[in-house]
């Protein structure tokens, strides 16, 4: 190369984004960490007594399922991995799905989550536990930096570097842009659905603390718990280059995320449960999506690459 070709070569896309979480953005983050995290601490006393009834109980499990779906399907298996190609309109609704989550913007989510896998609990991970040592108090200090304390990082991942298919997307440019609104509407829909069912001002604050703040702690502390705890605990058993692992108890709340030790083995596949017994609830719709025509060119499991990553027992 010459030096006026070195001169003219442009200069590669830096990991962080020239656009760093402002102040308002991490106080954000703040509130919608505490108060979920403290809904869930008072969830059982009040089940126990009062506070919860049938509609309660729909309104926060049809929408937990609905953005859990969509930060599995949508955000982690379809936008950042490829695991399989949508039309439109499943892409839209997988998107605004996703963002209901109140975990982050379609871009955002993606790029953190595709920087994760290139730098996977090593130098550059945004959320590795293993990130301050392997000593027993650094990985305390690391699980508790990898479930939630990465969030209040002020820089981010960068968006043209990790996600240049969807900078390029309208749609999702879009959805970006009306991020604040999902959000929104994701916390004030069970207050207003909960006091039309109930017609009661009693049915709107028991949606709103179930449907939102239940709901959306419960979902975020299961999503961050694929960080933490399956990156230092559970099974290994296929060869991959960090330290994911199997932890079963997770599979279901989870939708079958936490078959996390085959995923970093085998990222774009849409299966994660791929040995017999592990229940994978997202693959299954992603199969449904399949056969009603949403969906084509899914990459599903390939027996042959499954036995050559598996570590002999």
């Known amino acids: 190369m010459t030096v006026l070709e070195e001169r003219s070569a442009p ?39 009062w506070g919860l009834g049938w509609t309660d109980v729909v309104i926060a499990l049809v929408l937990y399922v609905i953005t859990g779906l969509g930060v599995t399907v949508g955000l982690h298996r379809y936008f950042t991995h490829g695991s399989f190609k949508a039309k439109r309109p499943l892409k839209i609704a997988l998107g605004i799905a996703g963002s209901l989550s109140l975990e982050m ?9 595709r920087k994760h896998h290139k730098f996977s609990d090593k130098e550059g991970d945004p959320h590795s536990p293993w990130r301050f040592g392997t000593g027993f108090w650094a990985v305390s200090k690391g699980l508790l930096w990898a479930h939630m304390g990465w969030l209040f990082e002020a820089d981010r991942a960068n968006r043209e570097k990790y996600a240049p298919d969807l900078v390029k997307d309208p749609d999702i440019i879009k959805l970006h842009r ?16 909960g006091g039309l069912l109930s017609w009661s001002w009693w049915g709107m604050a028991t949606g709103f603390f179930w449907g939102t703040l239940v709901r959306i702690g419960l979902l975020h502390h299961v999503t961050w ?53 592990q229940i994978d ?33």
């Open 105 to 113: 913007s379609v871009l955002d989510w993606v790029a953190t989550h």
């Open 225 to 277: 718990s694929i960080n933490s705890i399956c990156h230092v605990f559970g099974e290994e058993v296929f060869e991959s280059r960090d330290k994911s692992r199997n932890v079963w108890w997770l599979a279901i709340p989870s939708f079958g995320e936490s078959w996390h030790n085959l995923h970093h083995s085998d990222p774009t596949c849409a299966r994660h449960g791929v040995l017999k017994g």
């Open 11 to 49: 200069s590669p896309k830096p990991d962080v984004d020239p656009e760093p979480k402002t102040r308002p953005e991490i106080i954000t983050f703040g509130v919608v960490v505490a108060l979920p995290l403290i809904a869930l601490v008072a969830a059982v006393p009040l089940a126990w007594g």
């Open 281 to 313: 609830l997202s693959a299954g719709v992603i199969r449904l999506f399949e056969k009603l025509g949403w969906a084509h060119s899914v990459r599903w499991p390939n027996p042959e690459r499954l036995a050559a990553k598996r570590i002999a027992a």
């Open 178 to 193: 009306y991020f604040p609104v999902l959000a929104i509407t994701s916390m004030v829909m069970p207050a207003v659905l």
